[in-house]
């Protein structure tokens, strides 16, 4: 079954610091993969997406992710984070048009 | 474009009433999606529709979630009876026949006391 697992629930961070997000997937078949994130008390916001091609992905507000499909992993990093990167992050595949949400990753940054 | 719409944002209710959430897509987008997020569950698929038609029901809890999309600008989702247990907050997202991604609305937070 495809599935997609956030090792972490919580990553803190000092601002300015780099962050890396991390998230594998399972699937049987090609997968296309999104990070989505959530501000507090709003919807989610597509931050990138790989569908097919060059394997690193650079989204919004700075942020990149690097499809591995030896690893089955789509981390998602950002060089240097600042304070309105407070939010969670929601890795994702598709199947059948369904998505299919990690358990989310909660980024605090502390200044 | 307003993007996706929903109402209400907020709604409190007590358990045994009939609540409706409804949302409006994004114009020219073919399919529409029902989530709720829960923080034991996380982001669940309740259902989706394409043009109109319900496709994959198959995340709806129990006979008492139903949902309606009765033209391409207007979905609802019911519960009735509602139950403590639905308190969440639900998501509308819709997305076009182009593009897999998928546009978010803002939610609607509910609440059964």
């Known amino acids: 079954a495809q599935s997609v697992t956030q090792l972490d629930s919580q990553v803190p961070v000092f601002e300015e610091a780099p962050v890396e997000l991390r998230c594998n997937y399972s699937s049987s078949v090609s997968v296309y993969l999104f990070w989505y994130v959530q501000y507090p008390n709003q919807g989610l916001q597509l931050l990138l997406k790989?569908?097919?091609?060059?394997?690193l992905v650079k989204g919004i507000n700075g942020f990149e992710a690097e499809f591995n499909k030896s690893q089955t992993s789509f981390h998602l990093r950002k060089p240097s984070v600042h304070i309105s990167d407070t939010a969670e992050y929601f890795c994702a595949l598709i199947l059948a048009q369904k998505l299919v949400f990690g358990q989310g990753t909660r980024l605090t940054i502390n200044p | 474009d307003a993007g996706v719409i929903q109402s209400p944002r907020h709604e409190v209710t007590e358990m045994g009433q009939e609540v409706t959430l409804r949302c409006k897509p994004i114009?020219?987008?073919?399919?529409l999606f029902w989530y709720r997020q829960t923080m034991m569950r996380g982001l669940e698929l309740l259902i989706y529709f394409n043009n109109n038609v319900p496709i994959d029901d198959s995340g709806m809890p129990e006979d008492r979630f139903s949902a309606k999309m009765p033209n391409a600008s207007f979905s609802t989702l019911k519960i009735q009876p509602s139950e403590p247990r639905d308190s969440a907050v639900y998501f509308c997202a819709s997305s076009s026949p182009r593009d897999y991604e998928q546009y978010f609305g803002p939610g609607t937070r509910l609440t059964v006391t």
């Open positions: 114009s020219g987008h073919n399919s």
């Open positions: 790989y569908l097919s091609g060059s394997t």
